[in-house]
């Protein structure tokens, strides 16, 4: 059974940084949600096949950067500046297809990790 397992969630201090991982699990489309408490799930990063194509969340362009290493068939979301607001589960996610949309919406994504909690103190 193909799993998606996240890790490398922590607590740190505003202006820190972390790098979260996913298995991958060789699936070609992956992207990164979170999910703070009583607000949606929200689209972050997404990313294709071999990484030439990645599509951002506008809040989150300047400070994520999403990549993956084929080789280790991994799934990674480098996270730097973080700030209270970006306290939330994180998940990753991802699809045996290409999705149709913006690569950003839960609808487009089939399989999900259980996510990761990363907590931003100021």
């Known amino acids: 059974q193909r799993q998606l397992v996240e890790s490398g969630g922590d607590s740190v201090q505003a202006g820190g940084s972390l790098r979260l991982s996913c298995t991958a699990s060789?699936?070609?489309?992956m992207a990164w949600f979170r999910q703070a408490p009583g607000k949606a799930r929200q689209g972050l990063a997404a990313?294709?096949?071999?990484?030439?194509?990645?599509n951002y969340a506008g809040s989150v362009r300047d400070r994520f950067t999403i990549s993956r290493d084929v080789s280790k068939d991994t799934l990674y979301l480098q996270m730097d500046g973080l700030i209270p607001e970006d306290t939330a589960t994180y998940y990753c996610a991802a699809s045996p297809s290409r999705p149709p949309g913006t690569w950003l919406d839960t609808d487009e994504y089939t399989y999900w990790g259980r996510g990761t909690l990363v907590t931003v103190s100021s």
């Open positions: 060789g699936f070609p489309f």
């Open positions: 990313i294709d096949r071999d990484g030439s194509t990645t």
